[in-house]
């Protein structure tokens, strides 16, 4: 009793030491809320996407209570000229691109009072105390178009007049800087006019942000219609993959983080397509954001739109095949027309076969395995023709292309190949590849983890842990890969050193001790490689502080993916990374076959149960995991389309088979 007590009086303390770092706050709707003090200056940015269209809003308010407003818009599928990575025209509107608003013939000088979001910018204020003015910002799901809905309510006890400024600015781009014709940008105020309203009465309008090709007539908007279908997908993810736990922040931010992982889909001339964002990289595939990161998630999501473009991208990647076995591109760029390939190879090859292998048997699709099939068995060839004396997998650099040193051969290339290997031969035997190659798989996974511990495996800063590459003596994030591919012979150390001062900070991990630049990415590899090893207490303390941080903090409500570099941009797969810190490291769900999986829960000890609801995999299956604590021990109930197909009580952190 001591012990649970003890337990319990940390967990609160914990939770009034995070709570002090709020700024936001989560409300019964599912959305998160910022209530604006007197005097508070403060200002944010989310990005949101749709098919056709991409926005990073700034809102807040400044020391006097002024709204700051600014919109950035993306239209990936309007090119420009050079039509490269960045080839997307962009265009900023600031706070002045709004009709002006009057009421009884005096321009509106709105009190901010609060911000929230679920999906959505919801801006609320009032204006002379007693009329409320209400805005809400989304882009449309399936048009180059963003919208500003304002409803303005009469709450007084008289009549009064609102005068909406019939409001328009447009710009065009150049015609020698466009690669389809020129384009115009346009912002719109859709029902502007005089108003009386009645007490009690509303009266909505909205401002339409556009892009367009000249040729092409301009939109025809039903506000109402957009606004529906945008909720539709917010409701949609927060009802797909659906985990429950004690933790109502992480609750939340699992939910936030489908969003911004799958909203982020472009409709391309070459397919739909999965691309990061952060006002730079739309309609064009990496191999380590989209194969690596982000497809593994979509397959066990039952969410089409993203499987479709996990499918799109196994092509455009398999396109650049060829015999010689020279590398397939790192990334391909501009709607599918062209590549780049400015770090060399990054280690590629390992990525696309790691994340095609454990897609194609997630999802369970038999048609479509045989689809990837080829393209991972090229990788793999390729991988093994790189293989160095040393039995590890050389490459030019790893996915910080040059940012940091990654020496002739890296560690994270050669987990990832271990973990591509080992899905292949799962996938493989399903398939009903010969015996002969999916054994040759497995011995050779069982040979290059031998080589990953000797060639990697040392002491650094005085940690039992890994080297990165040859000649690095200090501290690397990326030394988090191994826990989370299956390989725990160094966890103890490994775990020691992410979560000393030399690597984690208030931020995260850090990439290289003794800098100051994180990425997300190597945060949330590190918090699922931690729960994978079993150190499930350890792992929910910094990932409650991490999450805590990013969806109530300063910064939300999304995983970001660098600093100093992108200024903490919302990169999307970096979502998918934090939803697989709990679908993977928390309840350590790996497919093992077209019809097969394991699970490996990890319940902390403050935690009495947890779940993951409404997995849709292995050929459209509805899937649900349970987890309580009982006896000492933890039952696990996983349940298929509403049939118990197991029920055991394991020790925490048993691995459990199960064959649908």
């Not at 006002?279 to 999501?301: C, M, R, S, V």
């Amino acid at each position: 009793m001591k012990t649970k007590a003890l337990i319990l009086f940390i967990a609160v303390i914990s939770i009034i030491n995070l709570s002090a770092q709020n700024r936001w706050i989560l409300l019964p709707d599912g959305s998160i809320s910022w209530s604006i003090k007197n005097g508070e200056a403060h200002s944010d940015n989310i990005e949101m996407s749709g098919r056709f269209i991409s926005v990073i809003t700034t809102y807040g308010v400044d020391e006097t209570g002024e709204l700051i407003s600014s919109k950035q818009l993306v239209f990936p599928m309007l090119r420009t000229i050079p039509n490269d990575t960045r080839g997307n025209l962009i265009y900023t509107f600031s706070s002045d691109a709004v009709p002006m608003i009057r009421i009884n013939n005096r321009p509106v000088n709105e009190q901010i009072i609060r911000f929230s979001l679920k999906g959505i910018l919801t801006t609320t204020s009032i204006f002379n105390n007693n009329i409320n003015v209400i805005r809400e910002f989304f882009p449309s799901t399936d048009k180059p178009l963003a919208i500003e809905k304002c409803t303005i309510e009469n709450t007084s006890a008289r009549n009064i007049t609102v005068d909406v400024e019939d409001f328009e600015k447009n710009t065009r781009s150049h015609r020698e800087r466009s690669v389809y014709d020129i384009y115009e940008i346009s912002a719109k105020t859709s029902g502007a006019g005089i108003y009386s309203l009645k007490p009690g009465d509303k009266l909505t309008f909205a401002v339409l942000f556009t892009g367009r090709k000249i040729s092409d007539p301009p939109l025809v908007v039903d506000i109402e219609k957009e606004l529906s279908q945008r909720q539709k997908f917010v409701d949609q993810m927060f009802s797909t993959l659906v985990f429950t736990s004690p933790d109502p922040v992480l609750n939340r931010m699992f939910d936030f983080a489908k969003i911004r992982a799958m909203e982020s889909i472009y409709e391309t001339k070459g397919g739909l397509v999965h691309s990061p964002g952060g006002a730079n990289y739309y309609a064009a595939i990496w191999a380590n954001d989209q194969a690596e990161y982000a497809n593994p998630l979509f397959a066990y999501t039952g969410y089409s739109t993203a499987i479709e473009a996990g499918m799109v991208s196994w092509a455009w990647f398999a396109k650049y095949m060829n015999p010689e076995y020279k590398p397939i591109p790192s990334s391909i760029i501009a709607e599918g027309m062209g590549f780049w390939n400015g770090a060399g190879d990054r280690g590629d090859q390992a990525m696309i076969a790691y994340g095609a292998s454990r897609f194609a048997l997630a999802l369970g699709d038999k048609k479509a395995a045989e689809e990837i099939w080829p393209l991972i068995e090229w990788c793999l060839e390729y991988c093994n023709r790189k293989l160095t004396s040393d039995g590890i997998v050389a490459s030019d650099s790893d996915e910080l292309e040059g940012r940091f040193p990654a020496g002739k051969a890296n560690l994270c290339t050669s987990s990832l190949y271990y973990d591509a290997l080992i899905s292949a031969a799962y996938l493989g035997h399903d398939l009903g590849k010969t015996s002969r190659l999916t054994n040759q798989y497995k011995r050779m996974a069982t040979e290059l983890r031998k080589n990953i511990d000797k060639y990697f495996g040392t002491k650094v800063e005085g940690f039992e842990t890994y080297r990165y590459y040859d000649g690095n003596d200090v501290l690397r994030s990326w030394i988090c890969i191994p826990l989370t591919v299956g390989i725990f012979d160094r966890a103890r150390g490994t775990l020691d050193a992410l979560f000393s001062p030399h690597l984690w900070t208030s931020q995260g991990l850090l990439t290289q001790a003794g800098t100051t630049t994180f990425w997300d990415r190597s945060t949330l590899y590190g918090l699922r490689g931690a729960f994978a090893a079993g150190a499930a207490d350890r792992g929910l303390q910094y990932l409650k502080e991490y999450s805590y941080r990013r969806l109530v903090g300063d910064h939300v409500p999304y995983a970001v993916e660098a600093w100093p570099e992108g200024n903490q941009r919302h990169l999307s797969a970096e979502s998918a990374l934090y939803c697989r810190v709990i679908t993977e490291g928390i309840f350590g769900f790996r497919p093992t076959g077209l019809n097969s999986f394991t699970v490996t829960p990890q319940l902390p000890a403050e935690w009495n149960g947890m779940s993951l609801n409404n997995i849709i995999a292995f050929g459209g299956k509805k899937i649900d995991i349970t987890v309580v604590r009982s006896e000492g021990k933890i039952k696990v109930d996983v349940n298929s389309d509403g049939e118990n197909i197991k029920s055991v009580l394991v020790d925490n952190g048993t691995g459990i088979n199960i064959e649908l």
